[in-house]
């Protein structure tokens, strides 16, 4: 088991509450930074949730411009989840709640120090 995520059912718990989002970017893809060296690309963009609740609705990060997304620097991910048919559920300290659901011609990586990479397909 690896010591930045808990295995639990269908899916992997990351242990990253005490990071913050340091850098993010969307163009050509989803780059995302955290402290301690910790990096997520993805080609699939996330979704922005307007709530937790279920069919809150929900915005593409596309449509959001970069001053919006980058309203996500220095939040910490106060939940993330990895599914394991790719999927990702986020939750940050600034009350954002995030989706990310990969297409089968997407892919993405997540890169922790000294860790082999978490990656889709």
Do not use: C
């Amino acid at each position: 088991m690896s010591e930045f995520y808990e295995t639990w059912e269908d899916r992997k718990i990351l242990q990253f509450r005490d990071l913050q989002v340091t850098h993010i970017a969307l163009h050509p893809k989803l780059v995302m930074k955290l402290t301690g060296g910790v990096s997520f690309e993805s080609t699939a963009l996330p979704l922005k949730k307007a709530s937790p609740a279920y069919g809150a609705p929900v915005t593409s990060f596309a449509e959001l411009s970069q001053r919006e997304v980058e309203g996500l620097i220095g939040a910490r991910p106060l939940s993330w989840a990895i599914f394991d048919d790719g999927d990702h559920r986020m939750v940050f300290s600034n009350k954002w709640h995030v989706l990310l659901a990969p297409g089968a011609d997407d892919s993405w990586e997540l890169q922790v120090p000294g860790e082999p990479p978490l990656t889709f397909p």
